[in-house]
């Protein structure tokens, strides 16, 4: 299994992002998929959820409502997050996953900074 996480950086606040994750070694159609954040210090917190096949169902945590927007594309096995409006407690290594997540598939993440 490998997820590979990308689309990272640093941002002004307002700013924008889209982040986005390539899947193998998994039946990715069939999994649910999450992108999960850590900020320093912090735990791990989950912030937006997509249902496995068509994705008919996306849910987001309170603090990224309206803000962040899930999408999945199976035919390329990969899971995207597009981000709108950063402020800088979005400052995070973002990682995706499935739904509930395995400890055995965490990647490496991609690092969010949202500083001006």
């Known amino acids: 299994v490998q997820l590979m996480e990308s689309g990272g950086g640093l941002v002004q606040p307002g700013g924008s992002l889209r982040l986005s994750c390539a899947a193998s070694g998994f039946t990715f159609s069939s999994s649910h998929m999450s992108w999960y954040r850590q900020a320093p210090g912090k735990g791990r917190d989950l912030v937006a959820f997509?249902?496995?096949?068509?994705?008919?169902?996306?849910n987001y945590a309170e603090s990224v409502k309206g803000r962040f927007t899930i999408s999945r594309d199976n035919a390329k096995n990969t899971v995207s997050v597009q981000i709108y409006s950063l402020k800088p407690e979005d400052t995070a290594v973002y990682y995706c996953?499935?739904?509930?997540?395995?400890?055995?598939?965490w990647g490496q993440g991609t690092q969010v900074t949202v500083s001006s």
């Open positions: 996953n499935i739904n509930p997540p395995r400890s055995d598939y």
């Open positions: 997509i249902s496995n096949g068509a994705g008919s169902l996306t």
